[in-house]
């Protein structure tokens, strides 16, 4: 149990062209759901949270127009990149939680997106 | 200030040659603790939480235990398929569930 899935798991995308990258949990309701960020070689930073049916946090330094994040029901979020460049690629993955879990989040096998 | 610092950052062992993994917390009330092995390209994967001092959890060759400053991810007689990258993570007992992460201790297990 406990199954988060991402998609896609690898997106090429020109300059200025938005991108959405969805986040769902298989097996379970997802009260709370994260992204995070990833650096080659460097630990996760946490973008923002969100609740379903509520507007995400999103953490300081993280644009809110350039990452909108929807969580419209409880298995699933999506995280949509406006007008990508080419520092905006990187590696993107979300978990996903619940108060019956224990609040322990379950990640997804992440996003790997690269701007041309 | 919240903060995680694991130990070490990298660590080389022998097949079979048994060590500990170190992440070392201070936070202000915690409700858990967290630890994940990430494979490169891949999300993490959920191993063990661990609520109060005192508690120990067992996974196959792993094993972590939470104290009041730290926490230890023992690995007994490691596998070349253990090599991953650890990553410890500590959640308050206030405010916001999000995660405070270490930065991971890459661990390479040669055959």
């Known amino acids: 149990g406990a199954v988060v899935s991402q998609h896609p798991s690898w997106v090429i995308c020109k300059s200025g062209t938005s991108v959405k990258i969805e986040c769902r949990s298989l097996?379970?309701?997802?009260?709370?759901m994260f992204w995070y960020r990833q650096f080659p070689k460097q630990s996760l930073m946490l973008m923002a949270t969100?609740?379903?049916?509520?507007?995400?946090?999103?953490e300081q330094g993280v644009e809110k127009d350039k990452f909108l994040i929807n969580h419209a029901s409880l298995t699933l979020s999506t995280l949509t990149v406006t007008s990508a460049h080419p520092e905006d690629s990187s590696f993107y993955i979300c978990?996903?939680?619940?108060?019956?879990?224990?609040?322990?989040?379950?990640f997804g096998p992440g996003t790997r997106l690269t701007v041309l | 200030e919240d903060q995680v610092t694991q130990s070490p950052e990298a660590l080389r062992l022998q097949e079979g040659e048994s060590s500990s993994l170190n992440c070392s917390y201070t936070?202000?009330?915690?409700?858990?603790l967290f630890w994940y092995r990430q494979d490169p390209g891949k999300g993490p994967e959920f191993l063990f939480t661990?609520?109060?001092a005192g508690e120990e959890k067992e996974k196959e060759r792993l094993k972590a235990t939470l104290t009041k400053k730290e926490s230890f991810l023992h690995i007994t007689a490691p596998k070349p398929e253990d090599s991953a990258t650890y990553l410890c993570?500590?959640?308050?007992?206030?405010?916001?569930?999000?995660?405070?992460f270490g930065t991971g201790t890459r661990l390479k297990v040669l055959a």
């Open positions: 993570a500590v959640q308050r007992s206030s405010g916001t569930y999000k995660y405070i």
């Open positions: 969100s609740n379903e049916g509520s507007k995400a946090t999103y």
């Open positions: 978990s996903a939680s619940s108060s019956g879990r224990g609040d322990t989040q379950y």
């Open positions: 936070v202000s009330g915690l409700r858990g």
């Open positions: 661990l609520y109060s």
């Open positions: 097996d379970f309701q997802a009260t709370t």
